[in-house]
């Protein structure tokens, strides 16, 4: 194991401003970027605001923007990233700024109360229990996988960009009405919501979303254009789509 | 005067975790009006890392499982310490608790039959943990999650509780700040839930998360509740501990309960040579017998890799102190080796363990389905904590309820894996139910000003010294805490040692008293650390005192000038309370006698 010393760029400061901090700090084999942001705030920066739980990637607290990609500080390995220049760190972008690199996400949480909740149908069983095969929950296992880091939301254009925030849920609130719909005992309907007042249409499966995903869901592919494909066949009649009448 | 703003609640819970998110549901549904104070982000909390699964004896693959083994099964583990009543209400509703997850929307894995499956852990006789992969702590904590926002719960994120608030020796209520903006909030309430979790920050090397600073055990504490069996703390048997910066992370038991074996440097299988009188006759006596066990076969005993975790634990410091440890300083955990027995072995392995095999391709550069991992005992679980009357939960102060990690009783003086999930379920309903019940006889009390006024001082002290460029930093004394414990009160003990370290203590508490924040109250984690180190030397403290108090070797506290089980220390647990001088006293509470039919169930599952 050798030591040696990288610089980290840090994005400092709150809604009235701020700017890059540069760093540095030893670092040592295996460690990730939380590791080193941890040792500045340590050694140097005593009030560093940043988030973290588990540092296991099992929570999603610490997403940011490393070099520009957004990805979670835990699971970020500084062998995978260049150390010969300054690592640069700075908050998700699309939410709005708290501090360094902590920003305010509260609008997912509140969002997903728009989400009918899950309504089960009645138990299959005398005992009060349903049976499910493994295979049918397989599909909604992968859904349920989310972490909640919110870096979807954080790279979807049509947030980051455009900022439809009353518009548009976003892809992790979208793999969450997959999950619903496609949960073997749900009998609730959530087409309707998701059409009309959550916005899937802004979706045009760049598919950015897929790809940021630390925990690999594929939520375009598996989620997004299967509700889609759902919505297609509940609102509009193919025939008469090729005729031209749909539009 | 101090500013702060005042928010009223029915029943006012401090942590947003398993247990606390299962205490708001239930209260709520009982009619109180609910505010969950969160550390964190709602979703995050410690529950969300948990990973084997949740233990209730459903007997979905094997019909012999009922309450009344699980119940054997949770005494033997905790070597008979444990609050009986706690057991045996936990070993009965635990099932209950589970199946209404299912109704809520978890997603369990599957039987044949399609029922919830349930797999192999350590001390359980029957395969009992209702699981999902290796990452049923998620599934939980977000179901519980998703289907409390939908009901009358107020939410207060990222907030942290630095006092607690009383009337005469009743508990009303807490002071509190948003870290957000750094500004003070005063709760009132006429009932207030602790479930706040453990404190593995205290030791260096640990599984436990940012949040694990022992807040509500400590806030009990400094309000005059009494603690229980602070000796106890758990090492799991496998954390990681290559490379350092992952140090402590944790393996889950699920690996063993796959079939993962446990091998020393010189690839034997270590677990066999010393296998506890107390499971001899439920322990295999040779490989074929133990791989048989893991595959499902009836007739075979588990291997020994799936005894008790404080055993594992000890086993394992054995081999590596006598030089027979792997090249980082543990020894061999070996999944991979399941390719002999089984076709498909890295498919599988990936199925049943998907975050382990991520874990360690991405932060350990290891495929575990090729090559053995290297796993060593890391800070895990506090089987002690605030005293509580086993039915409701309550503590010794009126009005203050405890649930989960931070409550002491049901693991007595070691947790089986999977028993913890159970735990906050069964006794997050009953404390949020209790925590109703008393809300509705009572009503809110007047806040003592001055008591407020002081603890703001107190917190907003280390500002003083900041902006004078004095005192010290709050991660230093934090670090060289950990440090400590983790030398000198971890997994093998001894009076000097622990003395010493109760010296340390005392000398980081008086340079505690003169720590520095920088910069101001918005979003400051240096001032949050300033507060998490006082709580967590005051858990420090109380797992010293109670580890030098208990003079014999049982479950998860081992000793080596006591390295024997002791009659005395059988029927007793240790009850610590800090005094009107702020002193710690401590008693030896002698435990209650066991009703006679719970008496003949542990006779007959001996």
New interface residues.
Partial sequence: MTATTATFSIWRGDRQGGKLVEYQTEIAEGMVVLDAVRRIQADQANDLAVRWNCKAGKCGSCAAEINGKPRLMCMTRLSDVPTNRPILVEPMRTFPLIRDLVTDVSWNFEKKRTVRKFTPRKPDAPDGTWRMAQIDVDRVQEFRKCIECFLCQNVCHVLRDHQLFDEYIGPRLLTHSAALEMHPLDSDHRLSDLRFTQGIGYCNITKCCTKVCPEEIKITDNAIIPLKERLVDRYFDPVAWLFGAGR | MAQYETIRHDVLIIGAGGAGLRGAVEAAARGASVGVVSK???????T??AEGGVAAALGNVDDRDNWRVHFADTMRGGQYVNNWRMAELHAKEAPDRV?EL????A????TP????LQRNFGGHRYPRLAH??D?T???MI?TLQ??A??ERIS?Y?EFTIISLLKDGNRVVGALGYQR?KGLFFVFQAKAVVLATGGLGRAYKITSN???CTGDGIALACDAGAELQDMEFVQFHPTGMV?????AG??VTEGVRGEGGVLRNGLGRRFLFDDIPPLYKDQTADNEEEGWRYTQGDKSARRPPELLTRDHVARCIVREVREGRGSPHGGVFLDIAWIKQKIPNAEKHIRTKLP?MY??FL???DLDITKEPMEVGPTTHYLMGGVRVDGDSQMSSLPGLFAAGECAAGLHGANRLGGNSLSDLLVFGQRAGEYAARFAKDASLAPVSESAVGESIRQVLAPFENGAKGRGE????VQ?ELQDMMQELVGIVRVEDEMVRALDGIQKLKERSRNL?????R??????H?AIDVRNLLTMSEAICRGAIERRESRGAHYRVDYPEKSEKFAKVNTVLHKGEDGAFKLRLEPIKEMPAELKQIIEEMK
């Fill in positions: 964190s982000l709602l979703g995050k909390a410690h969300v890392m199946r299912e109704a809520w929307g997603v369990f894995d599957r039959d399609g029922r919830i999902v992969g990452r702590g998620l599934e977000r998703d289907h926002i939908f939410f994120m957000e998360s940012w949040e290559w490379p350092p910066s992952v992370i944790l975050s991520d874990q991405k932060l350990a930093s709050p991660y230093r670090a520095r924040v920088e910069g101001n918005m979003y400051n984690a240096g001032w650390t």
